[in-house]
């Protein structure tokens, strides 16, 4: 009989074979995955693991405080918070490629985790929260030539550069299957239930050049559309929500006034694993209602669209 209890067991006792008394390092990035394989790393091995929390400045709204609340005070894990966003958002300055975009965060990802992964010393495994798809998808499209949609943003490289052996308790599981683990580990539901969010984060959520202005309009636009979802009970049954900024400015009217701000994109789909994905079929009120507040709410926004693409052809994230 299969169920999560065991396989919880199973894993714990899959680490503890694996690393001995070596110390373990771990990327937070405040999503499920890695989230849940910290948990269980800790619960394997307790504080032989320290968690690093590399802010590259393209979190959500409260986000950071968020996670070094959870990890550190609840579950007193060890955590380093590393606040590098000037770092990132200086190198991104005039870089609009998607891939450039993915490629910069995720070489300077490695240099800072490196940095302060160094400050533990003597680290022996990297531990990870790849997931069975993320492991397919960069690599190919199923049933089809080998390509590569996007560069997915996770410490590649590293564990060779830094000379460290990966531990990735959760290499065979789809997301929904992670899910069931983080309760089983007692993760809270509000958590665990939390939309997926991309290692590049609002980067690829902004798409052509990024900068700080139009970050912090993204934020409070997201914040708007994740709050009308939760207050009209939607939030459990999407599967990722979120607002990008559109690279263009647009005309409007307010009061007696022009108004020339940005256009933004609301993303809602529907998913199972992420590899495919149908958009939500919000109702109209639902979107009028929501595209009322963002306008009336965030300054720098005066128009709102809704994606209605599925995936395929589109991809979840805009880049
Ligand atoms: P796409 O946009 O490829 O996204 O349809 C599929 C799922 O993967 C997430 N995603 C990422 N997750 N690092 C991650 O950890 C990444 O670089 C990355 N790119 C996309 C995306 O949010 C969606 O859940």
Known sequence: DWTMGAYKAE?????????????????????????????????AIGDQLTCVFVDHGLLRLNEADEVVTMFRDHYNIPLIHADESDLFLDALEGVSDPEVKRKTIGGLFIDVFQKHAGEIGGAEFLAQGTLYP????????????????????????????????????????????????????????????????????????CPGEISRDKLEILRRADAVFIDQIRKHGLYDEIWQAYVAILPVRTVGVMGDGRT?????????????????????????????ETATRII????????????ITSKPPGTIEWE
Not at 267 to 282: E, H, K
Not at 296 to 307: A, H, K, P
């Open 134 to 205: 993320d492991v397919i998808e960069s690599v190919s499209v199923s049933g089809g030539p080998s390509v590569t949609i996007k560069s997915h943003h996770n410490v590649g490289g590293l564990p060779e550069k830094m000379g460290l052996k990966l531990v990735e308790p959760l290499r065979d599981l789809f997301k929904d299957e992670v899910r069931a683990l983080g309760r089983e580990l007692g993760l809270p539901d509000s958590f665990i239930g939390r939309h997926p969010f991309p290692g590049p984060g609002l980067a690829i959520r």
């Open 296 to 307: 009336n709410e965030v300054t720098g926004i005066n128009r709102v669209t809704y994606d």
């Open 11 to 43: 894993a714990i006792e899959k680490i503890r074979a694996q690393v001995g008394d070596g110390k373990v390092i771990c990327g937070l990035s405040g999503g499920v995955d890695s989230s849940v394989a910290a948990v269980l790393i800790h619960e």
């Open 260 to 288: 020339y701000d940005y256009a933004c994109a609301l993303r809602a789909v529907t998913s199972v694993d992420g590899m495919t994905a149908d958009f939500y079929p919000f109702s109209h009120d639902f979107l009028g």
